[in-house]
């Protein structure tokens, strides 16, 4: 942690939590509460997802999975329908972990510890801390990435050969700048700041609370702050999929729990077979096939490109099933379980025979 004096330190956490009670956003659904399962459900939502994008879906997730037992009862398949479309699906499939590890192990109840509940499936420091704070009033760092870029400018923090070495001068900071009162208060003002003012390009310095004591701004390193890492070129990889469809419904397959799209909904791989050989299989009769543009996805380790065979068949009388696939009507298309760039493909394309 880069050498501040104490005054600095006590004049940071002042000046976030008066621009936090004046400035900052208190109308957000999950401040309305100190339920700690509504709270969670919002961090492990907010992670890599801008809060405009997290609201409806946090909506309808509560309409449908009211408490956490509710939660932990549902099939994964359920609570991956609501997830649909939010993306990083692994955050769904721990949510779901999560709520039943702790319905079996802690009757259903989250700790006022910070560090009870870090380690629990897809929690770990910063979101157990926010627990801590936002439903048991506790006192704790938080260190989302949001926090992380107003602290990396303001103290000029970032850049070392090591990016641990800058994480753990980040959490050392993170917890002296705590204030001994209204926690809660500086810690949703961090969060705003780097929302609202300190933002990835083109930040508000202007409007910012910290402009006098920020490095960044006083060296004009906004753009510099934080470093980014070089990351290496992602692999490319490909795949040939089937969308064999009767004109009133698809078929689709499950995909294994873990891995890409762990649990969802998606288009069966044709892995060299020829269609004729695949429909057969599959119980149907190939009426035509067409070739449909290539979908590009990127994942956060590699690229993937969707080679898309469509294949308009007939059902026969003695078709084979499988557990693993499904007949999923195209009405049904918009709220099942599904890779978001695979139900945008059916969403846009006709497919009445």
Known sequence: MPDAAPAILSEFSRRVIAWQKTNGRHDLPWQQTADAYRIWLSEIMLQQTQVQTVIPYYGRFLARFPTLEVLAAAPLGAVLELWSGLGYYARARNLHRCAQTLVVERAGKFSANPQENAGLPGIGRSTAAAIGVFAFAGRAAILDGNVKRVLARCFAIGGTASPAQDLRALWALAEALLPERD????????????????TVRKPACDACPLRTICIACRDDRQAELPRRQIRAALPQRSSRVVLLTDGRRVL??????????????????????????????????????????????????????????????EVLAHGVSE??????????VAAAALPAPIKRLLLATPLAA
């Open 183 to 198: 926690v809660a208060s500086y810690s949703q003002g961090m969060m705003d700041l780097g929302a609202t003012v300190c």
């Open 323 to 332: 557990d693993v696939l499904e007949w999923l009507p195209v009405a049904d």
């Open 252 to 313: 689709l397959e499950r995909r294994p729990p873990i891995g890409i799209w762990g649990g969802l909904l998606s288009f069966p791989e044709l892995s060299g077979e020829a269609p004729d050989a695949f429909v057969l299989r599959h119980g149907c009769r190939l009426l035509g096939s067409q070739q449909l543009p290539a979908i590009d996805h990127t994942f956060s380790h590699f690229r993937l490109r969707i080679e898309i065979l469509r294949c308009d068949v």
